[in-house]
């Protein structure tokens, strides 16, 4: 969802976010890291994130991920973007 949010234009939040550090990996953390790689404009407080979306091209990063398949797929829609 954040990924789908950082490229539609405006600001998103997504809440009720708490339980996602207790994952494969914290993927809210994985998540904040992905959008600073990308270039998107964030804020966080632990439960919720608030996106501020774009349709700008997002620039080409070389990633090391978690072993979290959610977030391997996360980062792999940024790179085809």
Same mark, same amino acid.
């Given at each position: 969802? @954040? #990924?789908?949010? /950082?490229?539609?234009?405006? +600001?998103? &939040? =997504? !809440? *009720?976010?708490?339980?996602?550090?207790?994952?494969?990996? %914290?993927?809210? @953390?994985?998540?904040?890291?992905?959008?600073?790689?990308? *270039? +998107?404009? #964030?804020?966080?407080?632990?439960?919720? $994130?608030? $996106?501020? *979306? /774009? !349709? @700008?091209?997002?620039?080409? @990063? %070389? =990633?090391?991920?978690? %072993? %979290?398949? +959610? $977030?391997?797929? &996360?980062?792999? =829609?940024?790179?085809?973007?």
């Amino acid at each position: 969802m @954040a #990924y789908l949010l /950082s490229h539609m234009e405006g +600001r998103h &939040t =997504l !809440t *009720g976010l708490d339980n996602l550090a207790h994952k494969e990996s %914290d993927r809210l @953390a994985e998540v904040e890291k992905l959008l600073k790689i990308f *270039g +998107r404009k #964030y804020s966080s407080n632990g439960n919720s $994130i608030e $996106i501020e *979306g /774009s !349709t @700008a091209m997002a620039p080409s @990063a %070389d =990633l090391v991920l978690p %072993d %979290d398949h +959610r $977030i391997v797929m &996360t980062g792999a =829609l940024y790179l085809r973007h």
